[in-house]
C-alpha cells in the first residue's frame, strides 16, 4: 500500500517540478548555451549552430530530439518563455523515462523500484540536471536502456533485442559523444566473466556496424559540408578531456562516494555482512558502475555530470545491497526521507532562482539594445544572443587600436563608428563590453 502512495507522491512532485520548470531563468551561460542551440537549429537541426556558427562540438540529436517541440511552438507563436520550458521538459521527461527503465530493471517489483529510484534522486547532483537544459538527461536515459536491452537479451537470447542495444547506445552517442562506450566495453567484460567463451555471442559484428554507422554518416556529412575548421573545437575539446592537465586521479571516486554517502555509511555499519551478499548476483550492476569511473579517473579535466550515466546502475546496485544488509521497510522509509530532503533541497534552489536571479535576468534583456547592430568585445556570451534572439558577433579588430585604447573608452573598432557598452553578468561578479553602432557618433572614415 506504501509503494502505491509513494508512486502517487512521487507524481504530484512531477507536476510540482512541472510549475517551477515555467518560471525558472536560464540559470548558467552553460544552459544559455545549450537552449541557444536548440532554438537556433529548429529548422536544421542536424547541422546545429551556435551563434550563427557551425556546432559540431556535439552531434546532433539533442536538438533534433527537441525541434518538433519548437517548431510547435513557434508556429502557434508562443513565444520563447515557453520553448524555454519545454527544454526543460524534455529533460524532466527523460528523467521519468529512467524511472521507468529501473522498474523494467527490477522486474517490476514496485518496493524494490521504489527503494532504487529514491536512491537515485537522493542524489543533489543528478536531481539537479531534472530540470537543466542540458545532454545529460536523455544521454542517461539512452544508456540505461541499452542496458535494460542487454540485461533482456541476456535473459532471452532473442537476436533483436542485441541489435535493439547497439541501436540505442548509437543514439546514445549522438547525443554527447561517445562517453558511453565504456558501457559498452564494461558489459563485455561482464559478459567476458560470466559466460567465458560463450561471450562471443554479444559482441555481434553487425551490431557494431549498427552502432558504427549512424555516427560516422553524420560526422561524414558535416565534414563534407563544412570542411574540417568547424572540427577544430571537438579536437581540442577531446584533448582537454582526454589528455589535459586536470583535476586528482580521485576526483570521480570522491564525487561519486559524496553524492550517495548516507548509503556507503549504511554499507560501513554492516561491513562484515556485505562479505556474506551474493557477489555473483551483484555482478551485472558492479562492473558498469566501476568500470567507467576507473577509466575516467585516469583523464586530465574531470567533471562530474561525466558520471551521471553511471548512477541508475549504482543505485540499483546499492538498492540490492542494502535489502540484503537491512529489513525492506527499513530501507524504503531510510531511502523516501532521504529522497524527500533532496527534493526540498532542489526544490529551494529552484524558488531562490525564481525570486532572486528571474528579476535580474529580465532587468538584463530591458537593457541590452537589442534592435541596436551589437558585436561582443570579449568572447561571445550566448546568454546576450539568448535574450534578443539574434545572433551577436564578436566584434572585428582595429589594427590601428590597442585594446587597452578601447578600454579606456576609445570607440570600439568595428566600421568606425561604435561606442561602447558595459553590462553585469547575473551569475557572477563580472561585466561584459559590447560595441553598439551609434549614427550620432560616427566617426570620420580613417585616412
Known sequence: MMGKKAVYLFCLLFLFFLLQAYFLPITSHQEARRALIALESKYNPLFPTLNGEPYL???PLHPTLASPLLLLTSALNLGTDVQIFLLRFLSLLAYVGTSYIVFLLLEKDLRQSLIAIF????SY?????A?????????VFLCLLSFYLFVKYERERKSYLIYAFYIV???A???RGPLNLLLMLSLFLYAALKYKKEAISFPKPHGLILYLFPQALWYGLAYLKFGKEPFQAFILDLKTRTAGKGDPFYYYFLSLGLNFLPYLLLLLLKARSLLKVDHQGLLLYFIPSFMPLLILSFTGEKFDKYLLFIYPIFAILLAKILLNLYSERFVFYATF???ILNFLACSLSYVLQITSLRPKIISLQKSIPCQERLCFFDEPVYLFSLLCERKIPKCKERKDLSSDLVMMGIPCGEKGYQTRLTLKDPYKEKSWYFCVESEKEKLPPKD
Open 131 to 139: 530540470l537543466r537544459i542540458d545532454l545529460e538527461p536523455p544521454f
Open 173 to 175: 552517442s549522438l547525443v
Open 169 to 171: 547506445l548509437s543514439l
Open 337 to 339: 526521507f532521504l529522497f
Open 57 to 59: 562540438v556535439k552531434p
Open 125 to 129: 547532483r543528478f536531481l539537479s540536471f
Open 119 to 122: 536512491i537515485l534522486f537522493s
